[in-house]
C-alpha cells in the first residue's frame, strides 16, 4: 500500500519560508515521478512543482523561482521550499506520486497524500 504523508505546514507572516516534506512508503521516489500540487478555497487543485524520476523539475508559472522541489531517495522523501510567501500561496498542499511522467493534470496522479495547510498572514 502506497503511502504518502505531508508535513510542514503552518502559519507565517508574508515574506517568510516553510519546507514541506512527504515521507512516501510502499512505493520508490527513486523511479517515479513525484509532484507537489495546491487547492486554496474555492479553487481548482494546482500545480506546483514535480520532480521526474531523473530529477528533472518543472513549476507552475506562478511559482516563479521562489518554490524548489526535491527529493532524497534514500529517505524515500520528497520536499517543497517555499520562499518569499505571500496571501495567495495559502492553500492545502498536496503531494503526489505517479508512475512514468510528469503531468499538470491532478487527475493522472495515482497517489495522494492527505495534505497539508500553509497559511499566509499580511
Known amino acids: 500500500q502506497v503511502q504518502l504523508v505531508e508535513t510542514g505546514g503552518g502559519l507565517v507572516q508574508t515574506g517568510a519560508s516553510l519546507t514541506l516534506s512527504c515521507p512516501v512508503s510502499?512505493?520508490?521516489?527513486?523511479?517515479?515521478?513525484l509532484a507537489w500540487f495546491r487547492q486554496a478555497p474555492g479553487k481548482e487543485r494546482a500545480f506546483v512543482a514535480g520532480?521526474?524520476?531523473?530529477?528533472?523539475?518543472l513549476y507552475g508559472d506562478f511559482v516563479k523561482g521562489r518554490f524548489t522541489i526535491n527529493k532524497d531517495n534514500a529517505k524515500n522523501t520528497v520536499y517543497l521550499q517555499l520562499n518569499n510567501l505571500n496571501s495567495e500561496d495559502t492553500a492545502v498542499y498536496y503531494c503526489?506520486?505517479?508512475?512514468?511522467?510528469?503531468?499538470?493534470?491532478?487527475?493522472?496522479?495515482?497517489?495522494w497524500g492527505q495534505g497539508t495547510l500553509v497559511t499566509v498572514s499580511t
Open positions: 503526489a506520486l505517479r508512475g512514468g511522467v510528469i503531468y499538470f493534470d491532478a487527475t493522472l496522479w495515482e497517489h
Open positions: 520532480i521526474s524520476y531523473i530529477g528533472q523539475t
Open positions: 510502499g512505493h520508490s521516489v527513486n523511479g517515479n515521478a
